[in-house]
Every structure is written in structure tokens, then in C-alpha cells.
């Protein structure tokens, strides 16, 4: 919706462990979340995305569950590795007025060899 | 075929100068925003594009700022009297529709104002 939080800003995890990322939105009409990672110095790119008639998608050690409840979503990381190191961004859809995206704050992810 | 891409990748300019940013969008892609991403920040959304009409302009910080897109393809962003504070990366995107589709971004121009 118009304000999507993410938490937690940063988060530091050893190599092996699990990540997860979570965000929330107040439009209950917001039917699509993605998840963007962006390396240092690169362009933010879609990792993977959910859709309001799911509530998990996976793709290999990536996935993403959603709560049309409780109006959260979450990044899931499993047997993460150095490569996992990047800032990792949410989204959901602005409904009212324009349609656009709004972006989460961004959550920096440390891998730890 | 071909992504998103932008120009110049760098900028450096003196303050109280225009510049020009240009973004080429996905051929076939209706909507285009821009951002800006100051650095180690998020992404501060600036302006979005339907076609050629924007109409979403609430992002642009002042009205140094102005942006405008041609033949549903090509957008430039102008930014007049720049200020050290605009220093930035300037991101473009595009999306086949606005809400239900992935956003594909460029490699972005990064702006030093000096």
C-alpha cells in the first residue's frame, strides 16, 4: 500500500544460517510483492515476487510467504551464502490515487563465512 | 531483448548547472518511474510515467525538477540550478503495467555536483 515497513534494516547472519526479511502494508487491496536485491554498485533486481492468491512461493533457497491477514509479507534465505551479501528491498502496490510501487526502507544482509 | 539503459552513466557537474538524464525503457513497456538513491539509502521514488502522462509527480523534491517522456519510449529527467545535495544515483525503471508487473531497472546515472 502507500506505506510499506520493512524490518529489520540490517541484519547479520553466519554463512549456513537462515535470513528472513519482513515487511508490512496498509492497503489491503495490494495484490503483488516483490523482493529486489541489489548489490553494491548495481542496479536493484527481482528475485522473486508473490501474488495476493498464494500465500508461499520458493525458488531454490529463496522464498516468500504472505499474510493478507495480518497485511505482512516475508524474504525467507535458507542456507545462505557470502553471494547472499546485499541490500534486499520489498514492495506493494500503491492502490489509491496513481498506480505505482512503494518501496521498503531496504534491509542491508551481511553473510559471516 | 535489450534492458533498460540509461545515459549518461556519470555525471559530474557544477553546482547552479542543468542536466539532463536520459532513459531508453523495455520496448513495449508503458510505465516508467524514476528514483533516486542517495548513498547507502533506499529508493526515493520520483516521478512515474503511463504513456507519455505522468500522473504521479509527487515525488520531485522541488520544482529544479522536471521530467517528461516522448513517443511512450525515451525520458528525460531535468534537473536545473543543480545543488550538491542532488548528488545521486538516478535510477530509471520500466514495467509492462504499473502494479501487477516486475519493474526492470537500469544501470542508473550517478550525479556528482560539485
Known amino acids: 500500500g502507500e506505506n510499506v515497513e520493512q524490518h529489520p534494516s540490517t541484519l547479520s547472519v553466519q554463512e549456513g544460517d537462515s535470513a528472513v526479511i519482513k515487511c508490512t502494508y496498509s492497503d489491503s487491496a495490494s495484490n503483488y510483492f516483490p523482493w529486489y536485491k541489489q548489490e553494491l554498485g548495481k542496479r536493484p533486481q527481482l528475485i522473486i515476487d508473490i501474488r495476493s492468491n498464494v500465500g508461499e512461493k520458493k525458488d531454490q533457497r529463496i522464498a516468500v510467504t504472505l499474510n493478507k491477514t495480518a497485511k505482512h509479507f516475508s524474504l525467507h534465505i535458507t542456507e545462505t551464502q557470502p553471494e547472499d551479501s546485499a541490500v534486499y528491498f520489498c514492495?506493494?502496490?500503491?492502490?489509491?490515487?496513481?498506480?505505482?510501487?512503494?518501496f521498503g526502507q531496504g534491509t542491508r544482509l551481511t553473510i559471516n563465512p | 531483448g535489450a534492458g533498460v539503459s540509461q545515459s549518461p552513466s556519470n555525471k559530474v557537474t557544477e553546482k547552479g548547472k542543468d542536466v539532463e538524464l536520459r532513459c531508453d525503457p523495455i520496448?513495449?513497456?508503458?510505465?516508467l518511474y524514476w528514483y533516486r538513491q542517495r548513498l547507502g539509502q533506499g529508493l526515493e521514488f520520483l516521478i512515474y510515467f503511463q504513456g507519455n502522462s505522468a500522473p504521479d509527480k509527487s515525488g520531485l523534491p522541488s520544482d529544479r525538477f522536471s521530467a517528461e517522456r516522448t513517443g511512450e519510449s525515451v525520458s528525460t529527467l531535468t534537473i536545473q540550478r543543480t545543488q550538491q545535495e542532488d548528488s545521486a544515483v538516478y535510477l530509471c525503471a520500466s514495467s509492462l503495467n504499473p502494479t501487477r508487473e516486475t519493474q526492470y531497472f537500469g544501470p542508473g546515472t550517478r550525479l556528482l555536483v560539485l
Open positions: 520496448s513495449g513497456h508503458t510505465a
Open positions: 514492495a506493494a502496490p500503491s492502490i489509491q490515487g496513481a498506480q505505482k510501487l512503494v
